[in-house]
């Protein structure tokens, strides 16, 4: 898209070196640090799978008694028990989910059980490079036939098989993304249901089996539409890099990770977010998989005009992260979104030149655009068609992923029949205008040139504040959304660990190696 703002390159690039300084002393952090659930995410990479009487899952239970020696890894733990009792991961993990603690297994060989552990993770990374094969062929062979930004629908019965039914109708009416929303809460779980799920609140919960069972059948109705349908789910919360994992090994191809939602939003404690979206990013970035970010949210808690800047600041550190982690600019669905208060004079004009101005600033990116939710009411006719001005600063932006309105937004979670009308009217708008973006140009000195200038400016100074006070420090004292979070407080950092000098993740390493990570 042809810039049509004027923006600074010098602003824009020291922007860019004000995120990279700011991100590394929480890099360096990371590095030294692992969670209970990056280790249960390993194992899960490993084959450890199942789920015992109670419902727990095995790598819960590994972890769990593995408490003691966490700080050196669970990987070596678990081979050692593959290795020592001669089994295969499916059978030790039936003696687990019976009864069997394998930290009570001496070690044996080490050397045996890293090769052992080395294996087992190279196999299932290469079940990840398989799936983003075939993925990479659809889209190769249906080409050119999903819309353009491509049309992101919700479907939230709780019950994955009515989801099913929402989701390949939508995808029937033109839907290119079908995004299962997870039942409420589930973020604060420090564990993973097992299994297909019939009962959740707001959604659905996230298993690998849902992930499973949604796959296939988008699959199957993609094939009879001759178009490659994105699946979405969350990798956030507690067990950001486990559901990370699952996602890679069911196919999907975009999952919501941003660095500090889970903090922000979720309370869950800074430290182990920050460590979590690391690992959860590597898997991500392995998978082929977009990741969308989370700066919607950032506008439901603050003004969207007087607070734009704290949006493209949190954009660029979003970006930073990215970047650490392995995933390429075309993996990085950054968040915005539609949010400003409709009584504000002009502010179609506002949206639009924020909207313009990510596009601008991260061009390679297919950015995430968030319709209106903060502002919408009972008034379904006014709601449709605060819709409708989403969806035309959308396509004339040339935004990546579009999340439709819904009419109902703000009363209950919307009916089929929302689906359809969104879908239809975005798509009718769309095409409308599909070239609206390309013949338009900006008045050099008018309101959205300025608002854009405006908001670039005020960017750089609070990244040189937040630089200058630390990114944890700047989130304890609410610089982001408005929002305190005490750096030892919020949930999960009991399940927190400094990394032993003899920490072994192989994981860790070959996704290191294959991403070219330092």
Known sequence: ???KLGLSKEKIAEARERAIAICAPVLDFIHEHTSVTVERATLRLLGADGADADGVPVPNLVVDSLRQNLSEGAALRYANALVVKGMTPQELNSAITAGL?????????????????????????DRIRNNRGHREKKLAEFAGKNNSPLLYLIVATGNIFEDVKQAQAAVLN??????????????????????????????TYATQENFRIMRQALDEVGEREKRYIYLTNYASGLCMPEIAAMGALERLDMMLNDSMYGILFRDINMYRTFVDQKFSRMINAYAGIIINTGEDNYLTTSDAYEKAYTVLA???????????????????????????DPS??????????????????????PL???????????????????????????????????????????????????????????????NN??????????KKDGIMVRHAHEVLDK????????????????????????????KDGGKGLEGLLAKSPEYFNPVESLLEEELGIL
């Open 1 to 3: 898209m042809k810039e």
């Open 344 to 365: 504000i004079p002009n502010g179609f004009l506002y949206e639009f030149a924020q909207a313009q101005m990510a596009r601008e600033i991260f061009p390679e990116h």
């Open 459 to 486: 960017t750089l100074e609070f990244l040189r504040e937040v630089e200058k006070t630390g990114l944890m420090d700047a989130i304890e004292q609410g610089l982001f959304a408005e929002v305190k979070r005490p």
């Open 433 to 442: 205008m599909a070239s609206f973006g390309d013949d338009i140009e900006f």
């Open 174 to 203: 033109g839907a290119d993304v079908i995004a299962v929303i997870r039942t409420t809460a589930q973020s604060l779980l420090d564990y993973v249901p097992y299994g297909a799920t019939t009962e959740g609140f707001g959604g």
């Open 101 to 125: 603690d394998i930290s009570k297994i001496p070690l044996g060989d080490k050397t045996a059980a890293r090769a052992k552990a080395g294996q087992l993770a190279q196999a299932y990374l």
């Open 314 to 340: 949190s954009q660029f550190l979003n970006e930073r992260f990215a970047y650490a982690a392995g995933l390429q600019a075309w993996q990085m669905g950054l968040g915005h979104a539609f949010e400003m």
């Open 368 to 430: 995430k655009y968030m319709p209106p939710t903060k502002h919408m009411s009972g008034d379904i006719f006014k709601g449709i068609v605060m819709d409708n001005m989403f969806n035309f600063v959308s396509k004339a932006t040339g935004q990546g992923i579009h999340l439709l309105g819904m009419l109902t937004e703000a009363i209950h979670t919307p009916f089929m029949m929302d689906r359809y009308l969104a879908v239809d009217t975005a798509r009718y708008v769309m």
